[in-house]
């Protein structure tokens, strides 16, 4: 049995719970958290093996093959850090850093000790990801010059979103969506980025428009908003027609249409347990081939979309407590 290990007790690990005892040849074995209570209470209902009330208690474990870090953003660079110099491989909750110099820095540790790491950006992993570049390449639409991406939910009641010592912000929680989305379809060659955003009283970026400017004149549009709900979806328009895919954050559903918007065609995505399986097993196959990193969302994709980042809230005035800190 592969055995997976958690750090943090929220929302975003329950769901890395359920992706786990849905796997075959995984078993969900540890859990920590600050409060040793948090950590029993978690995996007496989700069926760990073990509970510790600290994170290092965990990183400490020899028999735990894989991290999973699901803290908030600022907290990702300390627990990444401590995990990979105690040799544990390590699983990094999307967005991968707080910023690209932290991403840098892990990134190096990583491959100097030759330790797995990976950002669990998970739309990279998804298997209908490889659909529709197979839709796009074969010219299904023909030649592409135009990508819309949309997310948003009505989140500024978080915590996480709200509060700029947390990593808050639209764009490190669902705008890094938008990014890597036009990323995986239209590649990384920007020639130009302009944008705008919305801040909160805290300071921080509720609602994003971004635009990439590709060096072959392609164009992506991309929204984000901690504010309200919006269609999610994500839309690649070719000369012969376009590619709607109904949610940038888990493709389900990939409706083509002709030039004179006429549906000829759908796709669908295979059944999931939670979609969380795929860059579980991504990491477990790297693991076992004895790799640093793997190819579903190599290292230096992961510094790249951090530095877009980075760039855009430098732009806007958005800082962290993070980009002041030495490492």
Known sequence: MFKVGIIGAGHIAEKMATTLHGMEGVEAYAVAARQMEKAQDFASRRGFTKAYGSYEA???????????????????????????????????????????????????????????????????????????????????????SLLTAHLGYP???????????????????????????????????????????????????????????????????????????????????????????DNINNPLKADIYSSDHILVDTQYAPQQITGFEYQVQACIDAIRDGRTETEFMPHSESLEVMKIMDSLRKEWGVTFPNDSVSL
């Not at 110099?85 to 909750?93: A, I, M």
């Not at 991309?222 to 709607?244: F, H, P, S, W």
Request: charged share 25%; with cysteine.
């Open 155 to 245: 989140v500024t009641h978080k915590e996480r979103i709200m509060k700029p010592e947390l990593g808050g912000g639209a764009l490190l929680d669902l705008g890094v969506y938008a990014i890597n989305f036009a990323l995986m379809n239209f590649g990384n060659d920007i020639r130009k980025i302009s944008s705008c955003c919305v801040k909160s009283e805290t300071d921080i970026d509720l609602q994003d428009s971004i635009t990439f400017e590709y060096t072959d004149g392609r164009m992506a549009q991309l929204m984000a908003t901690a504010c309200c709900a919006n269609d999610r979806q994500g839309i690649i328009n070719g000369e012969k027609g376009y590619i709607v895919l």
């Open 58 to 144: 965990l990183a400490d474990d020899q028999d735990v093959d894989l991290i999973y870090v699901a803290t908030p953003h600022s907290l990702h660079y300390s627990h990444v850090k401590m995990c990979l110099e105690k040799g544990r491989p390590v699983l990094c909750e999307k967005a991968f850093m707080a910023n690209a110099r932290e991403a840098a820095d892990v990134i190096r540790l990583s491959e100097e000790k030759g330790v797995f790491l990976a950002e669990a950006i998970w739309t990279r992993y998804l298997p209908f990801r490889q659909t529709v570049r197979r839709l796009i390449d074969g010219g299904a639409i023909g030649r592409t």
